[in-house]
């Protein structure tokens, strides 16, 4: 993925949380991790935020609110649009999305 299509990923996933009313990070980073972030409302140091961006051919991601428990699940593209070709890595990669969204889940309850 280059330049210009990880910028024009990054917007598109930046429309849908504007669109969901999910409050933004300042930066958006594309890999294989959680990052949490800072809402308004949280007290100083509790970042109840969370997105994850995949840099794949057919990028996906999830957004929301660890507090609320809510989570809302992206891709840059329609399933309708996605080549028979690219289906199998598109189903690893929710599945690797999903199993990582799980186990922070699951540490952040153990914080608490």
Not at 95 to 103: E, N, V
């Amino acid at each position: 993925m280059n330049y210009d299509e990880q910028y024009e990923t990054m917007r598109k996933f930046r429309f849908a949380m504007i669109d969901s009313d999910q409050a933004m990070p300042e930066y958006i980073m594309m890999d294989f991790n959680i990052h949490s972030y800072q809402l308004s409302g949280d007290s100083d140091g509790i970042e109840n935020g969370f997105y994850m961006l995949t840099p794949c051919t057919i990028p996906v991601g999830i957004f929301g609110n660890w507090k609320e428990g809510t989570r809302v699940d992206w891709c840059a593209v329609s399933i309708k649009k996605i080549p028979v070709e690219y289906l199998g890595a598109y189903r690893r990669t929710w599945l690797l999305t999903d199993a990582m969204y799980k186990s922070a889940k699951a540490k952040r309850a153990e914080m608490k």
